[in-house]
């Protein structure tokens, strides 16, 4: 691990201004995926601004049909929030899933979202119920959000504040997680409402993304068996040690269906 100064930001001013100053600073949330990161000198900042424990950051509301989730809340809160638990039972399930114990008990909501690792549960939901992404800048919904690989909107200088969960429908979501660390192999997050049905998967490919023609099909007829003839596209896939690209269709289409049978009982 290179060296770097340690910079415990009390305040989001201080840790804009921190980071402002400091073109290769890094921000620190639960440090899950940056602590490795550094270890393995894939990283060197010159400055590391914790931002876990800036009270502004934190937190779960339930107001106007909108589930507001502060970007440093943990894996953990989520899991355990009976307002999530409520407003979308699909969200604290998804968080409940997230990695093991000591993952969820440091890992946080906008570490998550801001990495955006291609098996990262927390973007699937993001882009299947179009949250909105609130930075100490503007407003970004998913749609706009996810770029690919590790890739989002983000300016090297912003900082996620919350996440802004549309309450509205039914929503599910299943996973079939790596056995070593519980990451989706493949994961479908599915959410139905009277505007249409939109389906994400996560895990199956180089980022997250939106599974159309499920969708079309969920359109017509909301029900895990009129996804039978459907074959997810396999070319642009992941392929590794742990399953080729049609191993992964496969299985995110296997996802799919479950979730679609968990959310409308059929
Ligand atoms: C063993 C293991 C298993 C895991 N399994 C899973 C799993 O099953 N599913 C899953 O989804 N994830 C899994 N994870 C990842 C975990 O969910 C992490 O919590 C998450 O990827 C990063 O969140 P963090 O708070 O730890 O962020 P950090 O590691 O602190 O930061 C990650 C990146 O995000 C940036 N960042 C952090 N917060 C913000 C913010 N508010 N605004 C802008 N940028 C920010 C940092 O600068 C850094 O670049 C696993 C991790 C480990 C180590």
Known sequence: MHAFSYVKARTLKEATDTLLAHSEAKLLAGGMTLIPTLKARLAQPTHLIDIGGIEALKGISLKAGQLTIGAATRHVEVANSPVVKRAIPALAYLASQ???????NRGTMGGSLANNDPAADYPSAALSLNATIVTNRREIVADDFFQGLFTTALDSDEIITAVRWPVVGKSAYEKFPHPASGYAMAG??????TKGTRVA???AGPGVFRWMEAEQAL??????KALEALQLEAADLNE??????????????V????????????
């Open 219 to 224: 359109g017509k007829k909301m029900n895990a």
């Open 240 to 253: 590794d040690m742990h399953g080729t690209k049609e191993y992964r269709a496969n299985l995110a289409k």
């Open 201 to 203: 998967i996560t895990g």
């Open 98 to 104: 997230i990695g093991d114990p000591q993952v969820r």
């Open 255 to 266: 996802m799919t269906k479950r979730a679609v049978a968990k959310l409308s009982g059929k």
């Open 188 to 193: 479908a997050f599915v959410a139905h409402n």
